[in-house]
């Protein structure tokens, strides 16, 4: 099975804050990684597929780029409302298999 | 709209069995690939398994961990899947989520997803 390693597991930031988290596979995964973020309660929603996509309906500020084994989400100015746990998936082969998750807080 | 809807969790001892069940609407059901995502208390998701389309052969795939007691059906007449648990363990304790699954990861990831459905195994 591929192991996905994220970190940091929790970070604290303000709004307006530039935040990144990183997601590490235990072997190549090509493009084949997706992020969602969950809130706490609610299922999770996909922002970012294929390493790089922007699913529709997602606001510009969230992105995403890597390949191979490493790969970044980055929320370019934070909002309120993005305060929630961001975890990767990899969709290179079963068992997908997901991140531990990155729970963005309040400073 | 689209949307998915669980039911079936609830208070089961372990090695006892319980049945869910994921309701689609607002999309060609028999089109979807069907994945069950679970979530234990306080931890990361886990994927569970999934049901290919009746056309892409109706197969099925299970994580190690739920394979040979978990089994993923579908009656596309009734726009549901099915998720029977046999065997029940304490460790499979979590809400269990089902979510459409791509059949090209290039385009989409899990994008759609129930509400989800608490099982709690315990004596």
């Known amino acids: 099975d591929i192991q996905m390693t994220q970190s940091p597991s929790s970070l604290s930031a303000s709004v307006g804050d530039r935040v990144t988290i990183t997601c590490r596979a235990s072997?190549?995964?090509?493009?084949?990684l997706n992020w969602y973020q969950q809130k706490p309660g609610k299922a999770p929603k996909v922002l970012i597929y294929?390493?790089?996509s922007l699913q529709s309906g997602v606001p510009s500020r969230f992105s995403g780029s890597g390949s191979g084994t490493d790969f970044t989400l980055t929320i370019s100015s934070l909002h309120p409302e993005d305060f929630a746990t961001y975890c990767c998936?990899?969709?290179?082969?079963?068992?997908?298999?997901f991140g531990q998750g990155t729970k963005v807080e309040i400073k | 709209e689209v949307q998915l809807v669980e039911s079936g969790g609830g208070l089961v001892k372990p090695g006892g069995s319980l049945r869910l069940s994921c309701a689609g609407s607002?999309?060609?059901?028999?089109?979807?690939?069907i994945s069950w995502v679970r979530q234990a208390p306080g931890k990361g998701l886990e994927w569970v398994g999934r049901?290919?389309?009746?056309?892409?052969?109706?197969?099925?795939d299970y994580a190690a961990p739920v394979e040979g007691r978990f089994t993923i059906s579908r009656d596309d007449s009734k726009n549901t899947v099915y998720l029977q648990m046999n065997s029940l363990k304490t460790e499979d304790t979590a809400v269990y989520y089902c979510?459409?699954?791509?059949?090209?990861?290039?385009?989409?990831?899990?994008?759609?997803w129930g509400q989800g459905t608490l099982v709690s195994v315990s004596s």
């Open positions: 607002g999309f060609t059901f028999s089109n979807a690939w």
């Open positions: 979510t459409t699954e791509p059949n090209n990861w290039n385009y989409a990831g899990f994008d759609f």
């Open positions: 294929a390493a790089s």
């Open positions: 049901i290919k389309t009746k056309t892409d052969g109706g197969t099925t």
């Open positions: 072997q190549s995964i090509s493009k084949y």
């Open positions: 998936q990899q969709s290179y082969s079963t068992p997908w298999t």
